[in-house]
Each structure stands twice: as C-alpha cells, then as structure tokens.
T-cell receptor
C-alpha cells in the first residue's frame, strides 16, 4: 500500500537559517510524482514544488528545493533563508501515475514549522 | 487567489442531514479533485474528475458522492451526516492531461468549505 511518512510533527528554525523537512514514501509504482504543499494558519493550501520519479535533477523553486533520493524513497523539502512567513504546516504528497491507480493522491500527516525571529 | 472557488465557506448542519458542496475550477482546468481535512485523519484524497468523468477514487465513503458537470463545476454530496464528517473540504483543479506521459501540472486549491455537523 502507498504511504507517506513525515516523522517531524513540529520543527523550529531561526529566521534566515535553512531547514529540512523530512518525507519518506512507500510505493510499488514505477511512475509517480512527489510534491509539497504549505498550509498557513489561514487554511489555504499552497503548492510549493514538484518532483517526478523519472526526473534526474532535484527540483528547485526559488527558496525551495527538493532533495530526492529515489533509492531511499525520500523527498525532503529544503527551505533556505527562512522567513517569518514560512511558519505553517507543510505536507508531502504523492500521486500515482500508473494507469491502474491514475491520479490517486495521498498526503503525509504534515510538519508544523515555526520560524523564530 | 488561486482562481478556484468553493461555496459555501461555512456550513453547519445536524446529524442525518444531507449537504452539497460546490466547486468551480480555474478557467480552463479540466480536472477537479476533492479532499477532506480533519484533525484525526489528516488530508484525505476523496475523488477526482476529468472533463466530467471520474478518474480516481480515494477514501470516499459510500454516503458521499460527487459529479462534474458539463460546465466543469463540481459538486460533492454528503448524506446521512455523522459527527465525524465535520472537516474542511477542499476542492482543487489542474489542467493536467490524462495522458500518462504528460508532465505534472500543479493543483490549485480552493479556500475550502468548513463543515460542522452537530
């Protein structure tokens, strides 16, 4: 069965420092996509970054980068130069790209990040 | 503003009742996804539609049903409501092609409908 694990329920980081949020996944699919979402206290879900299972390079989007280690089945999110506005819940998610379970999406339990001034 | 609209924003109802949540995707997006976010279950994928057809099913209860209309808006119907159905229900849309080889298109989430069952 597919599963996403985020082992850090809560994290603290000093403003302007970098932080890594962990995500490991379990799937037997050959083709899948991994992504991260941010949910601030206001409740909206904000897409951050995407990594395809066949992408050879790690994805980057501004201050966000995804440390993808396929053999270890991990897709950690790295936020550089943390800002106070980064304080939020962060969800790792996986989408199957296999025809049999096309587009099915699962989310991890989330990590609450607090940025300290 | 993601461009995805959901109505109503808040809904309070009683056990045993039926409600309908509505979602309008971003202009041009053909895929609509429904999610349930509760404190004990986290964020759960319910169902996805692409251009009017059901594409993928997640942890959607039999008491729940959804459809996507020709104008691409979608409705999620929740019936025989229980206390445990209280949650934030999100709709998301994407322009994603159904072809397996296509690159991923991000999902744009609506603001959610907060359902409270008393």
């Amino acid at each position: 069965a597919q599963k996403i694990t985020q082992t850090q329920p809560g994290m603290f980081v000093q403003e302007k420092e970098a932080v890594t949020l962990d995500c490991t996944y379990d799937t037997s699919d050959q083709s899948y996509g991994l992504f991260w979402y941010k949910q601030p206290s206001s409740g909206e879900m904000i897409f951050l970054i995407y990594q395809g299972s066949y992408d050879e390079q790690n994805a980057t989007e501004g201050r966000y980068s995804l440390n993808f280690q396929k053999a270890r089945k991990s897709a950690n999110l790295v936020i550089s130069a943390s800002q106070l506005g980064d304080s939020a819940m962060y969800f790792c998610a996986m989408r199957s790209l296999m025809k049999t379970s096309y587009d099915k999406v699962i989310f991890g339990p989330g990590t609450s990040l607090s940025v300290i001034p | 503003d993601s461009g995805v609209t959901q109505t109503p924003k808040h809904l309070i109802t009683a056990t045993g009742q039926r409600v309908t949540l509505r979602c309008s995707p971003r202009s041009g997006d053909l895929s609509v996804y429904w999610y349930q976010q509760s404190l004990d279950q986290g964020l759960q994928f319910l169902i996805q539609y692409y251009n009017g057809e059901e594409r993928a099913k997640g942890n959607i209860l039999e008491r729940f049903s959804a459809q996507q209309f020709p104008d691409l808006h979608s409705e999620l119907n929740l019936s025989s409501l229980e206390l445990g159905d209280s949650a934030l229900y999100f709709c998301a849309s994407s322009a994603r092609s159904p072809d397996r080889g296509s690159s991923y298109n991000e999902q744009f989430f609506g603001p959610g409908t907060r359902l409270t069952v008393l």
